[in-house]
């Protein structure tokens, strides 16, 4: 008997690949306009990226800001800007495909050239490959017995989009040197026709207070909506967001003693979730007369199901690039960031901070790094994206010679859990069956067949194997005794 399969077809994204790369920017800044530098702060932001054949394009602009001592040892600012671009390759890319970029500074460095600085940054890149396909599976296969379960597609949905963050506060201070920021997503939902995004910034001031360098933090919550067409159910999203543009602008009360502040910031929000397709495909199937060569395919994607957001004081000895001892004044512990890597049980890695000190008169800088290891309980192995900033941190001398370090850190887990679904792509016929011309046969089954199994081994289909026993309870002990009847050929 020849087979007539019947197939049902459709779209879908998913993700390909993630590629990782690097790229070194230089920025220069003359000798006439910067003295002794004591902090630099990078502020990264994404451009554009594009795919193409066998290459991603991406680029992005760094505004650096230097903090240094005049003649006079007056710390000032000075601010200069360098647009980039760099690629990646891979033999996968292709140019309908869609690359979601997020860069990070990794590393900054100040040299000396002359009369010039040159401060080096280390431009860090990890770009997401999505790309469109089409997906067969078999619905039907007349003249074969078919198994069918209700299952879930799943299709990748990426959304995007800016908003802005604004905030007014006073701070005990003279003025503000460097405003170091960086932005966590601690919720993230799709509704009809929008995401909702909620988060906080989590902002450290370098500024002056009394001629002196000081380190002042606060946390700026942060809700928006993001237009999205494809967003139809209510569900949840994963989400990371991006500060492209930070402005402040100080105002001294003099009558106050303070610093009136003004922050704007546009921040970028790039993020997915999975639009459910409810289907009935073909599992499995046999043939009475003769083999089938099947074949299948399985697909597993990891739909986020929660979002886990923690609270974490750490504390410990810290290294430090400069000798440190008790004729070092410590001043400001100024823009924290922190490096982090995911083990089992949760984050490792560490804070580092520009310590600003005042030694011999003079107001010095070096760099310390205070090493963590952090356990997040109810963190699952579906786990995957971990983001985490610092939101203040504090050092001092405990004993001469030995920086210690205080800081609090943010971390959200992005919990997941795995989809997988195996459907049925392709059925032929294969070798005809040698036919069993027994009357009777009794079959012994193995512990643990369900219904399927069994009908499946003795080539029956499942209702017949019911009416002939119907004293059987599936899954089987391995115990029972299965009669097959065939009806006598005339």
């Given at each position: 008997?020849?087979?007539?399969?019947?197939y049902?077809?459709?779209?879908?994204t998913h993700?390909?690949?993630?590629?990782?790369s690097?790229s070194?920017v230089?920025?220069?800044?003359?000798?006439?306009?910067?003295?002794e530098v004591?902090?630099?702060?990078p502020?990264?932001s994404?451009?554009?990226?594009?795919?193409?054949?066998?290459r991603?394009?991406?680029g992005?602009?760094?505004?650096?800001?230097?903090?240094y001592?005049?003649e006079?040892g007056?710390?000032?600012?000075?601010?200069?800007?360098a647009?980039f671009?760099?690629y990646?390759?891979?033999?996968?890319l292709?140019?309908a495909q869609?690359?979601?970029?997020a860069?990070?500074?990794?590393?900054?460095?100040?040299?000396?050239?002359?009369s010039?600085y040159?401060?080096?940054?280390?431009?860090?890149a990890?770009?997401?490959i999505?790309?469109?396909?089409?997906?067969?599976y078999?619905?039907?296969?007349?003249?074969?017995?078919c198994?069918?379960e209700?299952?879930?597609?799943?299709s990748?949905v990426?959304?995007?989009?800016?908003?802005e963050?604004d905030?007014d506060?006073?701070?005990?201070?003279?003025d503000?040197?460097?405003?170091?920021?960086?932005?966590?997503?601690?919720?993230?939902?799709?509704?009809?026709?929008?995401?909702?995004v909620?988060g906080?910034i989590?902002?450290?001031?370098?500024a002056?207070?009394d001629?002196s360098?000081?380190?002042?933090?606060?946390?700026?919550?942060?809700?928006?909506?993001?237009?999205?067409d494809?967003?139809?159910l209510?569900q949840?999203?994963?989400c990371?967001?991006?500060?492209?543009?930070?402005?402040v602008?100080?105002?001294?009360?003099?009558?106050?003693?303070?610093?009136d502040?003004d922050?704007?910031?546009?921040l970028?929000f790039?993020?997915?979730f999975?639009d459910e397709?409810e289907?009935?495909p073909v599992c499995?199937a046999?043939c009475?007369e003769s083999e089938?060569?099947?074949?299948?395919?399985?697909e597993s994607?990891?739909?986020?199901?929660d979002?886990?957001v923690?609270?974490?004081?750490?504390?410990?000895?810290?290294a430090?690039?400069?000798?440190?001892d008790?004729t070092?004044?410590?001043l400001?512990?100024a823009?924290?960031?922190v490096?982090y890597?995911r083990?089992k049980d949760?984050?490792?890695g560490?804070?580092a901070?520009?310590?600003l000190?005042?030694?011999?008169?003079e107001v010095?800088?070096?760099?310390v790094?205070?090493?963590?290891c952090?356990?997040?309980?109810?963190?699952s192995?579906?786990c995957t994206n971990v983001?985490?900033?610092?939101?203040g941190?504090?050092l001092?001398q405990?004993?001469?010679?030995?920086?210690e370090g205080?800081?609090v850190?943010?971390?959200?887990?992005?919990?997941?859990?795995?989809?997988t679904?195996t459907?049925?792509?392709?059925?032929?016929?294969g070798?005809?069956?040698k036919?069993?011309?027994c009357a009777?046969?009794?079959?012994?089954?193995?512990?643990?067949?369900?219904?399927?199994?069994?009908a499946?081994?003795?080539?029956e289909s499942p209702?017949?194997?019911?009416l002939?026993?119907?004293?059987?309870?599936?899954?089987l002990?391995?115990?029972?005794?299965?009669l097959?009847y065939?009806?006598k050929?005339?």
């Open positions: 008997m020849a087979l007539n399969t019947q049902q077809t459709g779209n879908f993700k390909i690949t993630s590629l990782k690097q070194m230089e920025i220069k800044f003359s000798g006439q306009d910067v003295g004591v902090a630099v702060y502020q990264i994404l451009n554009s990226c594009e795919v193409s054949s066998g991603v394009n991406y992005g602009r760094i505004i650096a800001t230097v903090v001592a005049d006079e007056k710390l000032c600012r000075i601010q200069k800007g647009e671009s760099h990646t390759d891979d033999d996968c292709a140019p869609r690359g979601e970029c860069l990070t500074c990794d590393r900054v460095q100040v040299k000396r050239e002359g010039s040159v401060i080096v940054v280390v431009a860090g990890r770009i997401d999505y790309d469109n396909a089409q997906r067969s078999v619905t039907a296969v007349d003249g074969a017995i198994k069918t209700s299952a879930k597609f799943y990748a990426n959304f995007s989009g800016e908003s963050v905030d506060f006073d701070c005990v201070a003279n503000v040197l460097v405003p170091a920021a960086e932005a966590l997503v601690l919720s993230c939902s799709a509704h009809a026709g929008v995401v909702e909620s906080e989590y902002l450290s001031l370098l002056i207070r001629a360098p000081v380190s002042l933090d606060r946390v700026i919550p942060f809700k928006c909506e993001l237009s999205c494809e967003a139809l209510s949840r999203a994963y990371r967001a991006e500060i492209k543009n930070i402005n602008n100080c105002k001294v009360n003099e009558e106050r003693g303070k610093c502040v922050f704007n910031a546009t970028a790039a993020g997915y999975f397709e289907i009935t499995d046999f009475k089938l060569n099947l074949k299948f395919e399985s994607v990891s739909v986020n199901t979002v886990k923690y609270n974490e004081r750490i504390s410990g000895p810290c430090a690039k400069a000798k440190l008790y070092c004044a410590f400001a512990a823009l924290p960031r490096e890597a083990n949760g984050i490792e560490s804070v901070a520009t310590l000190y005042e030694q011999g008169g010095r800088s070096t760099e790094n205070m090493p963590f952090v356990t997040l309980s109810g963190l192995e579906n983001s985490a900033a610092v939101c941190i504090s001092r405990r004993q001469e010679g030995e920086c205080e800081a850190l943010k971390i959200t887990a992005w919990d997941g859990e795995t989809k679904v459907y049925l792509t392709e059925a032929s016929e070798e005809p069956k036919q069993d011309d009777v046969s009794v079959y012994i089954p193995s512990a643990g067949d369900g219904l399927w199994e069994t499946k081994r003795l080539c209702e017949s194997i019911k002939s026993n119907p004293e059987l309870t599936f899954p002990t391995g115990k029972e005794r299965i097959i065939r009806a050929q005339g």
